[in-house]
């Protein structure tokens, strides 16, 4: 398992749009991908499990990965995350 701790930097957080390219972003990999925010754990291949978080901008989100190709799941979500998820 490995993970990251990132800040949301998009001015409008995980809305619609930035849930829906962060669940098509990891859902190609095997492993599995959790967002944990304000201590509760969600499925990052859910839209609406990442919509359901809140997250707001300038929040800090923990992103986990557990699986084979954990670490190439880790790195393509915390590029998109810090690239603003798409916005």
């Known amino acids: 398992m490995v993970s990251k701790t990132v800040k949301v930097t998009n001015e409008q957080g995980m809305h619609m749009r ?27 291949k859910s839209v609406m499990m990442l919509m359901s ?5 300038g929040a800090e989100i923990e992103i986990q990965c557990d699986g084979p190709d954990e670490n190439d799941a880790l790195k393509a979500a915390v590029d998109l995350v810090e690239s603003g998820l798409g916005d």
């Open 53 to 57: 978080a809140c997250i707001k901008c």
């Open 18 to 44: 930035p849930a829906s390219v962060m669940s098509q972003t990891v859902t190609p990999f095997t492993s599995s991908v959790k967002v944990i925010f304000n201590g509760n754990t969600y499925d990052a």
